[in-house]
């Protein structure tokens, strides 16, 4: 999306360097302690058959409740005539609001569904139960650095409005509404990945 919108991405550091700058040492201690223990609890085949079906529900339903949110109908329909007296400023306000308030919906809702489906993992297996620890841990990390990556979001999504207005100062907001919810949109699969990274840990666990 950020290339078709002519916005070259950046160039990250290596991730192992990015994970170091993220994990303080107390962290590393913790982390090795989990990946050293070994596993003692027999894994639970109704308990794993159970947290797919329901991880498969729960994100099908997550999905198309926050699709439906991200559409915000009262700006969706407003008029396409030029407002006179208002700036594009000023009238971006609604805009950017409606935005970050689905940004935090988004936050919320994922982080609780991702720390739900931990619990589940716990109690299908120990091996299980690591790959929940550990991402605990990376979520905790990567937290900062994220809220910090898509604080920006906004501020590409002015640069849209800007170009949009320029562009046709009556059809602007049909179109900054189209880009606001690819850019939500963008961001709910980008919260997920963590998500689905654990339902396909317990969709191919095959315990000894």
């Known amino acids: 999306m950020l290339r078709q919108w002519c916005i070259a ?10 994970l170091g700058a993220w994990f303080g040492w107390a962290d590393a201690i913790e982390i090795a302690q989990v990946l050293t223990t070994t596993p003692g609890k027999a894994a639970s085949e109704v308990a794993r058959i159970e947290s797919m079906h329901w991880a498969s529900t ?9 699709a439906s949110s991200f559409l915000h ?4 329909g407003k008029s396409n005539s030029i407002s006179d007296g208002a700036t594009l400023k000023d009238l971006l ?3 950017l609001q409606h935005f970050g308030q689905q940004q935090r919906v988004i936050e919320s809702r994922t982080s609780t569904f991702r720390a739900l489906l931990r619990a589940r993992l716990t109690r299908a297996s120990d091996e299980l139960a690591r790959l ?6 990376i979520e905790r990390a990567m937290a900062a650095p994220q809220l ?4 920006g979001v906004s501020a590409l999504l002015e640069a849209r409005a800007q170009k949009h207005y320029a562009a046709d100062p009556r059809q602007w907001r049909a179109r900054l509404c ?3 919810q690819r850019l939500l949109r963008a961001e709910l699969d980008h919260k997920l990945q963590a998500v689905l990274g654990l339902i396909e840990a317990l969709s191919t666990h095959n315990p000894p």
């Open 58 to 66: 729960e994100l099908q339903r997550l999905q198309a409740e926050l």
């Open 148 to 151: 910090r990556a898509m604080a």
């Open 178 to 180: 189209s880009d606001l």
């Open 73 to 76: 109908t009262e700006l969706a």
């Open 9 to 18: 991405p950046g160039s990250p550091p290596p991730a192992a360097a990015r």
């Open 132 to 137: 929940a620890k550990l991402d605990e841990y």
């Open 93 to 95: 306000v609604p805009y």
